[in-house]
């Protein structure tokens, strides 16, 4: 298993390239099975997570490849089979996404039900639920989600879970309501500049959406979809996560090809923090070096604090004086990290679903493991400013959703290098 090796106290300078963001392009490219006919899609981050859902296109008969550095196409014109198996799906929770757009397309779906994962249990209640409600019949048998729908029926369908909302669900079901039969109207809906993103192609491809981006969608159903080309938004987690590294070991680190709408709740968090951000035309950036507050800081859906940010703001809250307080109200259990941190030195400890974080002066460098995407990110970001070596492993978990993170910060200044094993 590939691991990376860290030497901190590096200062980080100059400028990062921001790639597409993976939780647009998954659902994305789920979105091509809607319709027969080849689509393409722009600014696709090379991922792991990106490769997944390619095998799931093509086990269900799509052509679908790279056609150039970050260009996607997919041809749905035929499409073999309707199920997505066990393999490929426990991989990548994403895959429960085609459930939507195959149930769209030939009203037929079988996916493997994802289990829960290191971050948590990860229900899908919400997702089966609202499909019911357009009228498919849908079961769950050996381990199976399968449903199925003659006609697919518009409906009011309330996404206010135990969370707030669920992204996922959002878009399953937007997925499915796109070729539905009359309205339907989502309240309630995720708000993510994602689902925003993902409403957007559907609508290249010619279905009827208003209101994404609010916490209401209406849907009119159409008869028939065609395929489009489209280009995905920059990712604002992977922007999020070198804006923090930047603020823990830089000098000014700007990311490029950013929007700083969609970084507002992280640009006015590290701010709070009393780190120096800037923002120009297409760019963001911050100026380390300043002594920093330490802060209360609550995970919520879009427009608030992201929990694909949490691990890596608490990274830098290890460092800052004073005792600062993260709450996680999306996933309760996704603080697998804290026990890495303190082998590094940090000083967390958990109260229910609040991390209380007592900044130490200095972190020093050790082996640590990787359990999850962002916790990989945050154990990196640590090894930053840790003194001496760090060696993070299981970096696989990085690969599922950051492009070359071990290069880009290496061009930042980073000593830091890929172990290959
Ligand atoms: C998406 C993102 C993930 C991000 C998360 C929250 C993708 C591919 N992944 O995941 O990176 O961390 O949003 O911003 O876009 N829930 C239920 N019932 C359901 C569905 C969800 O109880 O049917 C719960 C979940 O367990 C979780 C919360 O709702 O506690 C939010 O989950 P959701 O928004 O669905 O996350 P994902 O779409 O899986």
């Known amino acids: ?78 499409l073999s089979g309707h199920r997505a198996p066990y393999e490929l799906v426990s991989t990548m929770r994403a895959s429960i996404l085609a459930l939507g757009a195959l149930l769209g397309r030939s009203g037929r779906a079988e996916v493997s039900a994802p289990g829960g994962c290191v971050i948590g249990p990860r229900p899908i209640d919400l997702h089966l639920e609202g499909l019911k409600k357009l009228g498919a019949e849908v079961e769950l048998e050996h381990g199976y989600v399968r449903a199925a729908a003659r006609e697919l ?87 999020g996560t070198y804006l923090v590294a930047g603020a823990l070991a830089g000098g000014e680190v700007s990311v490029i090809g950013a929007r700083p709408d969609h970084l507002e709740a992280v640009t006015s968090t590290l701010t709070r923090c009393g780190v120096a951000v800037f923002a ?78 007592r900044g130490v002066e200095r972190l020093s460098g050790a082996p640590v493991m990787a359990a999850d995407l962002r916790a990989s990110a945050a154990l990196i970001l640590a090894g930053l400013v840790a003194e001496g070596r760090t060696l993070v492993d299981r970096i696989y978990h990085l690969d599922r959703g950051y492009e070359r993170m071990d290069e880009k910060l290496a061009a930042l200044g980073a000593s830091i290098r890929r172990i290959l094993e």
């Open 1 to 78: 298993m590939d691991k990376i090796e860290i030497t901190g106290g590096r200062r980080l300078e100059g400028e990062i390239r921001i790639g597409g963001a993976k939780n647009a392009a998954l659902p994305i490219m789920a979105a091509c099975l809607l319709a027969p006919g080849r689509s393409v899609i722009r600014n696709v981050p090379r991922l792991r997570d990106v490769g997944s859902m390619l095998a799931i296109l093509r086990h269900l008969g799509a052509e679908a490849g790279f056609v150039a550095d970050n260009e996607l196409a997919v041809d749905a014109s035929k």
């Open 153 to 239: 029926n518009g409906a009011e369908i309330d996404l206010a879970g135990r969370f707030g909302t669920s992204v996922g669900a959002t878009i399953n079901l937007l997925l499915a309501a796109v070729r539905a039969r009359g309205t339907t109207v989502l309240l309630n809906a995720a708000r993510e500049p994602e689902v925003v993103d993902t409403a957007k192609f559907l609508r290249a491809m010619g279905a009827r959406i208003e209101g994404a981006g609010s916490s209401r969608i209406t849907v009119d159903g159409v008869g028939e979809l065609s395929p489009a080309e489209y280009e995905i938004i920059p990712d604002r987690i992977e922007a």
């Open 280 to 357: 120009g035309k297409g760019l963001v950036g911050v100026r380390g070096g300043r002594s920093l507050k330490s802060l209360e800081v609550v995970t919520q859906p879009y427009p608030g604090f992201p929990t694909d940010m949490q691990a890596q703001l608490m990274t830098l809250l290890s460092v800052v004086s004073g005792t600062s307080l993260i709450t996680e109200k999306i996933y309760p259990e996704r603080f697998m990290h804290i026990p890495e941190l303190n082998r590094l030195g940090a000083r967390i400890s958990l109260e229910d679903s609040t991390a209380v974080v």
